[in-house]
């Protein structure tokens, strides 16, 4: 099992891209074009895709630009680096060659659990709401690496998920020695990301490991858990996790409080929905 956890981490050292939805390289490039567009414009869209989101935040955060570990957010990195470098990353963008259920589901899950951290944050009036926001949208970066690296085991996974009922956590734990938490942790940590991002990333499927952030790995776990209890998008799986103890600890918040927050995050899902259908809209009409 060593052994596997071994070859995670070798292969994250090597990983120099990751695939990003055609729609959101489609829509980048007609935004760069516009000399009306604004910077906030391309941070909106940018900030909608945790692979393109995951991409800048590397870029501005590596070694070259000075910066290691003290920018977390997209608009930060975007005015750092300037509208043509962020145009050049994404044109420069692996693409998915198809669609498939679970890389779309993926996505909206992310994108959902961003779009629900948010709310948290600011209900509860914690600092660094859009901090918090990025690293909600990027929780599951793990997965990708797991879906893309190791191809054939996640086949696997997937049986055994659906065969067993049990979650992908458990079973990347069992036959990985690792779970996509620990191994999108690492992975934030080779790119430079700021510990704000790094903690709430490797511990939000367990919180009381979070030392330094542990309020952002809270709403970040907290999030998670109520876009998969709504079932928006597909994370993989269809086990919906307690609520940990240490997560309402931490955010302070009741049940009768959290009935509000549902609610507006219902609300807001509907413009995720939309733009998750205009996304594959786009993409099916370069088919």
């Known amino acids: ?43 909106r869209l ?6 393109l989101s995951a991409k800048v935040l590397k870029l501005v955060n590596s070694p070259f630009y000075g910066f290691p570990g003290r920018v977390s957010t997209v608009s ?16 420069s963008a692996s693409i998915f060659e198809m669609m498939e259920k679970n890389v779309v589901g993926l996505w909206e899950h992310s994108l959902g659990t961003a779009v629900a951290a948010s709310v948290i944050a600011k209900r509860i009036g914690a600092p660094e709401a ?8 990027l929780h599951d970066i793990g997965k990708v690496i797991v879906k893309i690296k ?14 067993k009922e049990i979650s ?12 996509h938490a620990e191994i999108g942790g690492w992975l934030a940590k080779s790119w430079y990301l700021p510990e704000k991002l790094i903690e709430p990333i490797a511990y939000h499927h367990d919180v009381e490991k979070a030392t330094r952030h542990p309020l952002n790995t809270a709403i970040v776990h907290l999030a998670d858990v109520l876009i998969k209890a709504g079932g ?17 600890k931490k955010t302070g918040l009741t049940e009768t409080q959290l009935e509000g927050i549902i609610d507006e995050i219902e609300d ?17 009409a370069q088919a």
């Open 1 to 43: 099992m060593n052994e596997k956890r071994e070859e995670i981490q070798r292969l994250i050292k090597e990983t120099r891209s990751l695939p990003t939805l055609p729609g959101i390289v489609t829509k980048m490039s007609a935004l760069v074009e516009n000399d009306k567009t604004s910077i906030q414009e391309i941070a």
């Open 46 to 51: 940018v900030s909608s895709d945790q692979i």
């Open 76 to 91: 930060n990195a975007l005015i750092l680096l300037g509208v043509n470098v962020v145009k050049g990353l994404s044109l």
């Open 130 to 137: 859009e901090e918090i926001s990025t690293a909600a949208l």
């Open 150 to 163: 190791f191809e054939e085991d996640y086949k696997r996974f997937e049986s055994l998920v659906q065969d």
């Open 168 to 179: 992908m956590f458990e079973v990347e734990r069992e036959l990985l020695g690792a779970d």
């Open 232 to 248: 928006f998008g597909f994370s993989g799986d269809n086990v919906v996790p307690l609520i940990q103890p240490a997560a309402w």
């Open 268 to 284: 807001k899902l509907i413009d995720v929905k939309n733009l998750s259908l205009e996304i594959q809209a786009t993409h099916d």
